[in-house]
């Protein structure tokens, strides 16, 4: 059984096929994973040197160097080092064959349709070998491999950065702006107002506080400090749930933290209704802005 099903070279910057292995196989997952392939290949400027696509018979490997990726499809019970061994193998056939001025100036697909002749011959001394024909070789990708593992890529990484490439997801890495939101509910109008009696209350105790604080009593800096900040988490939180950003997740849970540690500090400046009441707020607040989801887009049919 061939351990080795499908090689692929192709240019980095723009995923442009330049050579491919001829295979005979209808295997069904193997032409799944060469539509996965041609994915990955889309997305190469944004993923690691070195990389692993895991499937459930047959996995993907890769590696990039010089602008060149190369890529193969094989079975899943071929170790690792062998696969990578190949794909070195593959890289310092092609090299020695095309430089990086041809490579670059490529302008149509398959432009050296001729190399699939080396690949075909590698391919098949890999599958009735076992491995390479110097075990040395072998043994120094073992090591490089301990050193540097390769890198396990899912499929939903392969999207994003795809959609990343092609410049779909620039908006939404950014401010929020142009990245429609679902409408607002009355659940999110009432964690709003909410959330503003909040942030007001903590602003009008921590300006009065320091008036007291810096006549009297400098030791209750900490209260101001522990109200303002409570103050700007909650306007933060307004403003995760009115606006998209990246990290809403991370920002949200890291805002409701710093709220309920505030209001934990604050305990006997307040009484117990009234931490609960904060810290309820907070809490309902960010779980509306965990599920408020993106707006979908109808295809615009101009482009």
């Known amino acids: 059984m061939s351990l080795i099903l499908f090689a692929f070279v192709v240019r980095v910057r723009d995923g442009l096929p330049l050579s491919a292995s001829t295979d005979f196989e209808h295997n069904r997952e193997l032409q799944e994973r060469k539509q996965q392939l041609r994915k990955i290949s889309k997305a190469l400027g944004l993923l690691p040197d070195r990389g692993t696509v895991k499937g459930h018979d047959l996995n993907i490997y890769f590696v990039s160097s010089e602008g060149v990726s190369y890529m193969t499809v094989c079975h899943c019970s071929l170790p690792v080092a062998t696969a990578f061994c190949f794909l070195e193998d593959l890289r310092w056939e092609f090299t ?93 109008i009432l964690s709003l107002v909410l959330n503003i009696m909040c942030a007001s209350l903590n602003l009008i105790r921590g300006v009065h506080l320091i008036e007291y604080t810096f006549q009297d009593d400098y030791e209750g800096i900490w209260n101001v400090v522990a109200f303002l900040l409570a103050f700007v988490c909650c306007v933060f939180q307004c403003h995760l749930y009115l606006f998209h950003s990246s990290w809403k997740k991370q920002k949200s849970l890291t805002l409701l933290s710093v709220i309920i540690l505030c209001n934990f500090y604050l305990f006997g400046m307040r009484n117990m209704w009234q931490l609960l009441f904060h810290m309820s707020v907070a809490s309902f607040s960010t779980v509306l802005i965990l599920t408020r989801k993106l707006q979908h887009r109808t295809i615009d049919c101009g482009v």
Do not use: W
Request: hydrophobic share 35%; glycine share 8%; net charge negative.
């Open 96 to 188: 020695a064959c095309f430089n990086s001025t041809v490579v670059a100036l490529a302008a149509r697909p398959y432009p050296f349709l001729e190399f699939d002749s080396t690949i075909q011959k590698l391919k098949q001394h890999y599958n009735q070998s076992g491995g390479p024909a110097l075990q040395v070789t072998l043994a120094e990708v073992q090591e490089d491999l301990k050193l540097h593992p390769p890198q396990v890529i899912t499929l939903d990484e392969v999207e994003l950065s795809n959609g990343t490439a092609n410049g779909h997801m620039e908006q939404a890495a950014g401010s929020g702006q142009n990245v429609r939101l679902e409408p607002v509910t009355a659940p999110g």
